[in-house]
């Protein structure tokens, strides 16, 4: 489905990220951020509409199916509609808005990128997350929801990607996503055993996309997903002094070997 009137569906969301880490020493920090909110059947018109914002060709700001999925050599709707299909969701009966930086100038780094699943109803049927790390890995976790809250829906998934030097790759991730008119709140809970050493929460308020509103934004924050590559390696560089334990990019091995060996299930070759 195309958008053809005026309306779009497709947004901006702007507000704050906060990351709470709880293990070895208590650090807590909030930043301002603002996304793109792409309803994905509307892709072709944003790419008409906006002279600043294109999708898979160059511009200021661009959308590119290269930075979302892996997914060979299908198109990204395609791929999504793959994994809705895997949940046994009807992909020509929901709608799936993708929360995640444009570049920016050619540059970005999405940390994580969101794809909200909704049926006909309104009602999220399904979160991905995709992860990407410093290292050029991704990862996209498949939150199915936990119970039958109309309110908050909630999904967990286990950790399968080293993202964090000072996290260990055996972990739990537990998701909660709650939306009203104007908001939308995910918070990102990430546990090791029994005991949380992450949270993180993403509190935006919704904005019509429109270009007046892109510029705005701009003016304020013209290169955040630079800015936020930049504030992970100045935080890991404040943690690393104040002595968080630093574990290594697991390079020589497969990480289900890194977690069979964080496990105690095999022995280390660590020299």
């Keep these: 489905m195309t958008a053809t009137s005026a309306a779009l569906r497709s947004h901006l969301l702007a507000g704050t990220i906060r990351h709470r880490r709880s293990r070895v020493t208590t650090y807590d920090f909030t930043h301002h951020v603002w996304y793109l909110a792409l309803d994905l059947d509307e892709l072709e018109e944003v790419d008409r509409r906006f002279c600043l914002l294109s999708v898979n060709r160059r511009n200021l700001l661009t959308v590119d199916d290269r930075d979302h999925l892996e997914r060979g050599h299908e198109g990204l709707r395609d791929a999504i509609a793959r994994r809705l299909w ?4 009807d992909p020509n009966q929901m709608r799936v808005t993708l929360i995640a930086y444009p570049r920016v100038l050619g540059y970005v780094f999405n940390p994580v990128s969101f794809y909200l699943c909704r049926d006909r109803d309104d009602m999220l049927r399904l979160v991905l997350a995709e992860v990407h790390n ?3 890995d991704r990862e996209v976790y498949d939150f199915a929801p936990v119970g039958k809250n109309a309110r908050v ?5 286990d950790k399968r990607m080293y993202v964090s ?4 790759s055996v972990a739990r991730y537990e998701l909660l996503a709650w939306e009203t008119d104007d908001r939308l709140t995910i918070t990102i809970r990430e546990c090791e055993g029994n005991t949380s ?3 993180a929460r993403l509190q935006v308020r919704r904005a019509p996309l429109t270009s007046g509103k892109l510029l705005r934004l701009l003016a304020h924050d013209p290169l955040v997903p630079l800015k936020t590559s930049a504030l992970i390696f100045w935080h890991a560089l404040r943690l690393w002094w104040r002595g968080v334990p630093w574990r290594r990019y697991p390079r020589a091995r497969n990480l289900e070997v890194e977690n069979a060996v964080n496990r105690g299930d095999l022995p280390s070759t660590d020299k």
């Design 165 to 168: 030097p000072f996290i260990g």
């Design 134 to 136: 410093t290292h050029g």
């Design 86 to 89: 895997g949940h046994n969701l």
């Design 153 to 157: 829906f909630r999904g967990v998934a």
């Design 197 to 199: 050493t992450l949270f």
